[in-house]
């Protein structure tokens, strides 16, 4: 189970550094200078280079390097053969980024169908280098995670809350900062850190629940289509029930529906926004090239 954490203050420049990787989710097609991505962040470019580096686990020329349409397309004519080979070992992979191991939990159908009557679930807002996070707990692990820009928590909130309608939500900070300080590790914190489980409960339908945990599979700095998800699931004729499915993953990252992309490798939709999958997946591949 998650251990209880000793937590300090929020990094003093992870809201910068994700303006700036906004930024250049942005314009990367302009290709920006490390001067014109270090005035966004408000930092030196030299302060910026450091920092960037030690938040994302990669230089920014790397991360606008990744962050190409193209190497999307190419990662998916490579990574179907690997995707297989996830399905086949396993639901549930290492991440370089966080190095968790997560044990899921999925409620019965009845429990779903009451729409969270009688439950508790602790809410909490984080700065990450992909914006406002909004992460929430039941007593039996996180159950659900979300992004936006500053401004926009209360939009997340209700989104959430739409979810369970009858669940009670309580503000509680100290339920959720272990969470999210175990998931937003710098990279250079997860390097030296040792492997920790992440307990998960899922909400949703058993077709929904399938489908997410198909999406456990991906590994990191690869993507597959919705079509290969539908394939893996039930069948190739079930892709749009797939993509219905995959637009309701209530847990971004963890369950990594952001590494599902169109078959002729257009990013298409994201409920957290394309510029935010787009960095993620730049992110990610950025890594992948330089372990």
């Not at 069948?235 to 369950?255: D, V």
Request: hydrophobic share 45%.
């Amino acid at each position: 189970m998650l251990q209880t954490l000793n937590i300090g203050e929020h990094d003093p420049n992870s809201t910068r550094i994700a303006r700036a990787i906004h930024f250049l989710a942005e314009n990367y097609l302009d290709q920006p200078d490390l001067a014109e991505a270090a005035k966004m962040a408000a930092l030196s470019p030299s302060h910026f280079q450091r920092e960037f580096s030690r938040l994302a686990g990669v230089s920014p020329k790397s991360f606008v390097a990744a962050l190409t349409l193209e190497h999307a397309k190419t990662m998916l004519d490579k990574g179907a053969s690997v995707f297989d080979a996830a399905l086949d070992a396993g639901l549930s992979g290492p991440s370089r980024l966080y190095d968790l191991a997560l044990k899921v939990e999925a409620m019965t159908p009845g429990d779903y169908a009451k729409g969270g009557a009688g439950l508790n679930i602790a809410y909490g807002f984080w700065p990450t280098l992909f914006g406002r996070a909004l992460l929430t707990a039941t007593e039996r692990g996180l159950c659900g995670l979300a992004f936006g820009d500053e401004g926009e928590e209360a939009a997340l909130l209700a989104d959430m809350r739409a979810r369970w309608p009858h669940a009670r939500f309580v503000l509680d900070d100290s339920t959720i900062a272990p969470y999210a300080a175990q998931i937003f590790r710098t990279a250079s914190d997860a390097r030296r850190s040792s492997r920790t489980e992440l307990p998960i409960q899922l909400f949703g339908t058993p077709w929904q629940i399938k489908v997410w945990q198909a999406l456990l599979a991906i590994p990191e700095g690869r993507v597959t289509s919705y079509r290969q998800i539908a394939e893996r699931v039930c069948t190739a004729r079930a892709s749009r029930a797939a993509g219905a499915a995959i637009g309701r993953n209530p847990i971004a990252l963890l369950i990594p529906c952001h590494r599902v992309i169109a078959s002729s490798g257009a990013l298409t939709g994201y409920r957290w926004g394309v510029d935010r999958k787009r960095a993620m997946l730049a992110l990610e591949s950025a890594r992948a090239e330089h372990v």
